[in-house]
């Protein structure tokens, strides 16, 4: 198994190579100035399966899941697919369907109450 360090540093620069982090200034962008959430989140929206479980071996499943559940769920139907096989594969979601259509729901009710 990679040092976590090595595990980040190469889906930081999967991301960079797949062009995800265009709209940050990479002038002094490195690995370690990515927040957690900022890299789960785009590794879950752009990246592949193999990458994504290297996310496993990085963070605790729990927030890899808080993260999914409240920025990737969020984007329904966008990444409706990826969101199924998310919950049906890494979180082992009985009903991924439903699941994932309420954790819409409840995200959207969570921004509109934010504002």
């Not at 962008?29 to 927040?35: G, I």
Request: glycine share 0%; proline share 3%; net charge positive.
């Amino acid at each position: 198994m990679r040092k976590k360090d090595e595990i980040r540093e190469y889906l930081f620069e999967e991301l960079k190579a797949n062009h995800t982090l265009w709209s940050y200034d990479k002038s002094n962008m490195t690995a370690s100035s990515l927040t957690d959430e900022l890299m789960i989140e785009t590794v879950l929206m752009h990246l592949d399966l193999d990458n994504i479980d290297m996310l496993f071996l990085l963070f605790p499943k729990k927030l890899i899941k808080e993260v999914w559940k409240w920025n990737v769920c969020a984007l329904e139907p966008r990444y409706h697919s990826s969101n199924i096989l998310f919950a049906t594969i890494y979180f082992n979601i009985k009903n991924p369907q439903r699941y994932v259509v309420m954790q819409a729901r409840k995200a959207f009710r969570k921004k509109i109450a934010g504002n």
